[in-house]
């Protein structure tokens, strides 16, 4: 089994769209969607949900109106100022805002009337699905929640458990745009990474910022330049780049309005065989080829 990751050091460079259309070329295969934050791919595989799990990520706190006296420490020791003192008279004397609260737990050692406790707070959601191209692992955190990274851990997990219990031999999966805590959980003991990036200026400089990332991890790092012909300056700037420094480049798509009208419509820029669009404009467009023979290159790599 390998697992092959797709990256992108910043949102909009095409990551999901080209993922989507892995999903539709490769065989033998369980998709997963760690970008859970903002997770679209099912926007693109129209997934049939089969199994839906809560996602505890933290714990906050939550207060025993019959021990709390109203005394104000727990507000005064919150350097989050998520605990407002309302009324020590009135029944809920102090109020915590769960938006504002990291879960830090300060709170609950400074009572001194052991009125709060923590408990685990729900924080979203992963599920199991079923697609036209295979099985698919995502997940929904709700917004403003942490513990992104535990989440994408709890989903690579469970794509790993399907790929090995239905002797599948390849893991694909969307990856969160960046460099930080989810990004990392996605990386770690991956066979292969491919970073998908585009010729601009935000494209170049946070390209190389994870390419130095997944370096420390010391994963094999392939690269595509997507919509490469809108600067093609900067993407034999980019190319020159990757020989400079050892990373093969595998692809380059070019820029084609057929993929927003793909997008559109709600499916990937390939569409797979015998569907409604197979021989649609989209699906036989330039962008559409250069993905299919990306695939390709990609899948040597994982062979």
């Known amino acids: 089994m ?4 797709v990256v ?17 070329l490769a ?13 679209d791919l099912h926007l693109l595989l129209k997934p049939h949900i089969r199994q839906t799990n809560e996602f505890y990520g933290s714990k906050k ?5 019959r021990k709390c006296n109203g005394c104000g420490i727990c507000a005064e020791s919150c350097r989050f100022e998520a605990i407002d003192k309302i009324n020590a008279s009135s029944d809920r004397k102090v109020k915590i805002d769960h938006i504002t609260c990291e879960g830090c737990g300060v709170c609950f050692w400074a009572c001194p009337k052991d009125a709060i406790t923590l408990k685990d707070h729900l924080s979203g959601y992963w599920f199991i699905s079923d697609t036209s191209f295979g099985p698919l692992v995502h997940a929904r955190l709700t917004p403003g ?4 990274g535990k989440l994408v ?5 469970e794509a790993q458990l399907i790929a090995k219990g239905q002797g599948l031999s390849y893991i694909i999966t969307d990856g969160p745009p960046g460099i930080g805590c989810p990004v990392i959980a996605s990386i770690s003991g991956i066979d292969l990474a491919l970073i998908i990036t585009e010729p601009t200026v935000a494209g170049i400089h946070d390209f190389k910022r ?7 991890f010391k994963v094999k790092t392939l690269v595509c330049i997507n919509k490469y012909d809108l600067d093609e300056k900067k993407s034999k700037e980019m190319e020159h780049y990757c020989r400079s420094e050892g990373i093969d480049l595998v692809g380059k798509i070019p820029f084609d309005e057929e993929v927003v009208k793909a997008l559109a419509k709600g499916m990937p820029p390939v569409a797979p065989t015998g569907h409604i669009f197979e021989h649609s404009r989209h699906n036989e467009g330039k962008a559409s080829k250069a993905i ?11 062979e």
């Open 2 to 5: 390998k697992e092959l990751l």
């Open 210 to 216: 994870l390419l130095e990332l997944i370096r420390h």
């Open 292 to 302: 299919r023979e990306l695939w390709t290159k990609v899948l040597t790599y994982l």
């Open 8 to 24: 992108s050091g910043k949102g909009g460079t095409g990551k999901t769209s080209i993922v989507g259309s892995f999903a539709v």
């Open 153 to 157: 851990t709890q989903v690579r997990r």
């Open 61 to 65: 706190p939550v207060i025993d109106y």
């Open 27 to 39: 065989k033998d295969k369980v998709l997963a969607d760690c970008d859970v934050d903002a997770a």
């Open 145 to 148: 929640e942490e513990n992104s």
